[in-house]
């Protein structure tokens, strides 16, 4: 197994989570740290960043809620897409309980 991947696999996010919170520090992963470094380009920006009330999830997930960027990942989509018309399905994948309130680390966790 790739050893970057590998890496990644071991992420234990409840103790990320926790220890960003008691750091008061948000997630940074160092895998796309790397990225960015090697993409000079790239502007990253977090949620809170681009509006006043981000939202994980909204009340209700439509497929036309989701749209394809500049990234060329629409494999991406289209399986986000597909889980969006599966509630239960993709509430196993991403965990509907993450959000951006007081607890915001950072870091969200998908199955």
């Not at 989570?17 to 160092?30: I, Q, R, S």
Request: with cysteine.
């Amino acid at each position: 197994m790739d050893s970057k991947i590998y890496k990644w696999l071991k992420q234990d996010y409840d103790k990320i989570k926790a220890e960003c919170l008691k750091n008061k520090k948000l997630f940074v992963d160092p895998e796309f740290t790397n990225f960015i470094e090697e993409n000079p380009d790239c502007e990253v920006k977090r949620p809170t960043e681009l509006c006043q009330t981000p939202h994980f999830f909204r009340q209700h997930i439509s497929r036309l809620d989701i749209q394809q960027g500049e990234l060329g990942d629409c494999w991406m989509v289209s399986a986000i897409i597909t889980l969006s018309q599966h509630p239960k399905l993709l509430e196993r994948v991403v965990p509907i309980d993450q959000h951006y309130s007081e607890d915001y680390a950072g870091i969200f966790r998908f199955r």
